[in-house]
């Protein structure tokens, strides 16, 4: 069975930081490009971050660039969100999804419309002002 789960979602005040993770199992992790994505109540849903092979630059929204981090760990079939300096602007349910598209700009950038390989079922994140 194919399982992503994401955890480490909260409550956290401005400034402070949260690490998201996405444990994947239930299909060959090395193949495919993760990345990590949110929806605000009534905003669109957004590519926050996605990373694949290492031959791949991980892409960032501009939205979080230089606060957010990326990175993996092949071993633990886990991919890690570390967020840093976060603000009321990025509280949001955030997803991690997996798809064999090979650039990490490709998947955070994908249409609505475009049905990828899996998801999770999400993590709240919110953060108090």
């Known amino acids: 069975e194919v399982q992503l789960v994401e955890s480490g979602g909260g409550l956290v005040q401005a400034g402070g930081s949260l690490r998201l993770s996405c444990q994947a199992s239930?299909?060959?992790?090395?193949?495919?490009?993760i990345g990590w994505f949110r929806q605000a109540p009534g905003k669109e849903r957004e590519g926050v971050s996605c990373?694949?092979?290492?031959?791949?630059?991980?892409f960032y929204a501009d939205s979080v660039k230089g606060r957010y981090t990326i990175f993996k760990d092949n071993a633990k079939n886990t991919v890690y969100l570390q967020m840093d300096s976060l603000s009321p602007e990025d509280t949001a349910v955030y997803y991690c999804?997996?798809?064999?598209?090979?650039?990490?700009?490709?998947?955070?950038?994908?249409?609505?419309?475009?049905?990828?390989?899996?998801w999770g079922r999400g993590t709240q994140v919110t953060v108090s002002s």
């Open positions: 239930g299909f060959t992790f090395d193949d495919y490009t």
């Open positions: 999804a997996a798809d064999l598209i090979l650039n990490p700009i490709r998947l955070c950038t994908v249409e609505p419309g475009y049905l990828l390989d899996y």
């Open positions: 990373i694949g092979h290492s031959a791949y630059t991980p």
